[in-house]
């Protein structure tokens, strides 16, 4: 089993920066890949960007959010963080954190950011 907890959602005006980030604890040694994904509402949850556990750690991006926000992990904490720079009211979503171990999904509960126009 793996848990995970998100912190750094918020409110912020267009043109702003916010970092989340998801601290992963359980069987961390097995967690292949750690991402975010985001929903709005009436729409299917996105992936928004994905880094692999593996030394290197290869990053995958929504074509979206290429050149603004940046994923990146802390194996000593457990912890992957996605900054968010730019951001635009589009970005304005419930951003989840993920995890994939052995097969297996596993989400945080979600963290709302809210970009202003």
């Known amino acids: 089993q793996v848990q995970l907890v998100e912190s750094g959602g918020g409110l912020v005006q267009a043109g702003g920066s916010l970092r989340l980030a998801c601290a992963a604890s359980?069987?961390?040694?097995?967690?292949?890949?750690m991402g975010w994904y985001r929903r709005v509402p009436g729409k299917q949850r996105e992936m928004v960007a994905l880094?692999?556990?593996?030394?290197?750690?290869?990053?995958n991006y929504a074509d979206s959010v290429k050149g603004r926000f940046t994923v990146s992990r802390d194996n000593a904490k457990n912890t992957v963080y996605l900054q968010m720079n730019s951001l635009k009211p589009e970005d304005t979503a419930v951003y989840y954190c993920?995890?994939?171990?052995?097969?297996?999904?596993?989400w945080g509960q979600g963290t709302q950011v809210t970009v202003s126009s």
């Open positions: 880094i692999a556990s593996s030394k290197g750690g290869s990053t």
């Open positions: 993920n995890a994939i171990s052995v097969g297996l999904n596993y």
């Open positions: 359980g069987r961390t040694f097995s967690i292949n890949v």
